[in-house]
Structure formats: structure tokens, C-alpha cells
């Protein structure tokens, strides 16, 4: 079966860094409620840096270490939920940045499944061009700006970064991917975007989404209802991208998920009944990064040398839209 190279990665976190403790000057909580209901210890903030440079810098290390040229890449399929513009996209932005003048550009908004639809889409492509040799998957994100700073519940989950993959086309190997959403679920996490007013505007169009009334950008999210659905889906898309190639997940050498909560990976550890071992986590470091979080965590693996060459890798995300994915593949 056709599957995927991952040639290079690469990835970058804004300066500034932000610990548990930074929050209890202007909200009631703790380091002991942020640790022991999240496992979150650090996040990077950005402090001005733009999503689309966030994401440029990381393919640049990602072009750099797959040893390619920019002018090879076929496709950028750049993935945020917190773009810098409606348009252009930042898949644009980031080949203006990085001269990849022969690449075609794809934004896709799958949130925290962002990467894993990504690498999956990119895989299609380079199996059904063949002159398309290599592929670019960016994933940034600025999550702070849609972070609402007086609500405890939201504020303290999440951070900025970015991380970029460079991927050929395998002729053979293994590779396998389930992706999924349910709509019904949208309303449990989503951030509204809000039209300006203008002298056209007199309200009377409303059509009601049934999502919970807010007047303001920020993120809102149910966190029961997430958690619920998360412990649920993450196993649920590992089991059914295994089911599709007939693969027993304890042959998988790392599963890297992605990083919401470590009390989401440890119950979807035990679900699957896989040890926790196999769970590459650096939440603690990073907090939730949405799309970011799963090849932040790639690209640190890479680099601590926790992935080999041959290894068999299992990616899984799940996020808003409600949307999940999990690949298995070789590296
Ligand atoms: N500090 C102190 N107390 C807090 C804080 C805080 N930062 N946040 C909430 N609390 C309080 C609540 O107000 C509540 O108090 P109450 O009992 O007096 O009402 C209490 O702590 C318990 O709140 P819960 O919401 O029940 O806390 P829970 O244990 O469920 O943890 C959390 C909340 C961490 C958000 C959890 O529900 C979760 O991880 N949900 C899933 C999030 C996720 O996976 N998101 C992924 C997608 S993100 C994306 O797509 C962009």
C-alpha cells in the first residue's frame, strides 16, 4: 500500500513563557488545580509574533532538515484556527515567506485534528500527482488572541506555537488513517466570529446556530462535554484506523496525541488497553496548542531521539468542529 516519508520537521515557540503560577495575579486558581486537573506546568505565549511567522520559521527548519529546496515542494496545507487574516490564506503566507514558488496552498480548519486531516490530505495528493514530489504540512497557532483572560476555566489551557512536516510519497509501507466530526457536537467549542456593524445591518436576517449567546470572539468551550467526547474519540479513531489494516495498536512503538489533558491520554490509555509508556506527552511544557500540539510533539520526539527509523507511529488528535483522526504509519 502506498504510504508516507516524513522527511523533516520542525517547530517554534514565541519567547515568551508563561507558568502556572503567572495566572493567580489576575484569576483565582493555582499551580496545584492547573497541575492536578491538567497536567500543564508551562505554555509560550506570543508576544506580538504573527501566526503565519510562527508557522514560516518551523518549515524553514523542517525544509532544512529534510534536506530539501523550497522550490520542490508541490503543496503547503497549512492548518490554524487562529489565522492572522480571512484572506489571504496562511498557507500564502507562509510560501511567500519560505520562496516555495512551485507549491499550491490549502488552509484547512480541523482544529486540534488539524494536523492529522493535514498529513492525511497530503498523503492523497502525493499518491495521485506524481509530479508532486514533496509536501509542506504547517501548523500554527495563536491561540492567546482568542483566549478570554478573565475565564479560569479557558484561560489556563492553552498556548502558541507552531511546527511544520516535510513529506514524500512511500511506494510501500504501512499507513492507514480514519477521520471523522460530528456537527451535532459544535456548540461544545467554538469561537464566533463577530461582523462589524454597518449601515446595512438592522439584525432582522439572525437565524439562531443554537450555540450558547456570547458577544465576543473568544473561545468558548463546554469542558465536560469536551472531556466527554475526547476520552471517547481518541480511542475510538486509533481502534478504527488499526481495524482498517487489520494492526494490533501494542505493535505501535509511539502514539502522539494530541495535548489537551493528560487525564484524556491516561483514560484513553487504559481504554485501549495500551501502556501509557507508548504516550509521547509534553503538555506540560506547551499546554494545548490545537493544531500545533500533535507535530510540536512529533518534532520533539524526532529530536530526543524517541522515534527510529522503522518505528511504527500512531498520531491522533480531536478538537472542535467536533472533529477527530488518527494515522498509523512507519517512520
Ligand atoms: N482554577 C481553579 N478552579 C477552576 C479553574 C481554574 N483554572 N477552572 C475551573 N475551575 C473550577 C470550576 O469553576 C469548578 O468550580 P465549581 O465546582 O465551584 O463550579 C471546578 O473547578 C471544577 O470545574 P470542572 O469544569 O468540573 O473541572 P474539570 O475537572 O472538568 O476540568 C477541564 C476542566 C480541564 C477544562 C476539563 O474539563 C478538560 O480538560 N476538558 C477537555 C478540554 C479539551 O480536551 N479540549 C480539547 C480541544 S481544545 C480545541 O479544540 C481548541
Known amino acids: 500500500m502506498p504510504g508516507i516519508r ?38 509560550f505565549v506570543s508576544n506580538g509574533e504573527p501566526t503565519w511567522f510562527m508557522g514560516s520559521q518551523a518549515a524553514k527548519e523542517a525544509i532544512a532538515s529534510a534536506g530539501i529546496s523550497p522550490e520542490d515542494i508541490g503543496i503547503i496545507i497549512d492548518t490554524s484556527v487562529s489565522p492572522d487574516y480571512y484572506t489571504p490564506s496562511m498557507s500564502c503566507m507562509v ?7 512551485n507549491a499550491m496552498t490549502i488552509d484547512v480548519n480541523c482544529a486540534c485534528a488539524g494536523c492529522v486531516y493535514a498529513i492525511d490530505m ?15 504540512v504547517v501548523a500554527n497557532e495563536n491561540l492567546t488572541k482568542i483566549t478570554d483572560y478573565t475565564d479560569r476555566s479557558t484561560c489556563v489551557l492553552f498556548g502558541d506555537g507552531a511546527a511544520a512536516v516535510v513529506i514524500e510519497r512511500a511506494d510501500d509501507g504501512l499507513y492507514s488513517s480514519y477521520l471523522g466530526a460530528d456537527g451535532n457536537g459544535a456548540k461544545y467549542l467554538f469561537a464566533r466570529s463577530i461582523p462589524p456593524a454597518n449601515a446595512f445591518m438592522t439584525g432582522e436576517g439572525r437565524v439562531d446556530d443554537g450555540f450558547p449567546e456570547s458577544n465576543s470572539h473568544y473561545l468558548y468551550q463546554d469542558g465536560r462535554e469536551v472531556y466527554k467526547f475526547a476520552t471517547k474519540a481518541l480511542p475510538n479513531a486509533l481502534t478504527k484506523a488499526a481495524e482498517k489494516i487489520d494492526f494490533d495498536l501494542n505493535e505501535l512503538d509511539v502514539i502522539i496525541p494530541h495535548q489537551a489533558n493528560v487525564r484524556i491520554i491516561e483514560t484513553a490509555a487504559k481504554n485501549l488497553g495500551v501502556s501509557m509508556e507508548k504516550f509521547f506527552v509534553n503538555l506540560d511544557k506547551h499546554a494545548n496548542t490545537s493544531s500545533a500540539s500533535i507535530p510540536i510533539a512529533l518534532d520533539e520526539a524526532l529530536k530526543a531521539g524517541k522515534i527510529k527509523k522503522g518505528d511504527k507511529v500512531g498520531l491522533v488528535g480531536f478538537g472542535a468542529g467536533l472533529t477527530f483522526g488518527a494515522i498509523i504509519f512507519e517512520f
Open 95 to 101: 510560501q511567500r515567506e519560505i520562496g516555495a514558488v
Open 122 to 136: 497530503a498523503k492523497r495528493y502525493l499518491q495521485t500527482d506524481e509530479n508532486m514530489k514533496y509536501a509542506l
Open 6 to 43: 516524513i522527511l523533516g520537521t520542525g517547530s517554534y515557540q514565541p519567547q515568551k513563557k508563561v507558568v502556572n503560577e503567572d495566572f493567580t495575579s489576575f484569576i483565582e486558581t493555582s499551580d496545584e488545580w492547573i497541575t492536578t486537573r491538567t497536567g500543564m506546568k508551562e505554555r
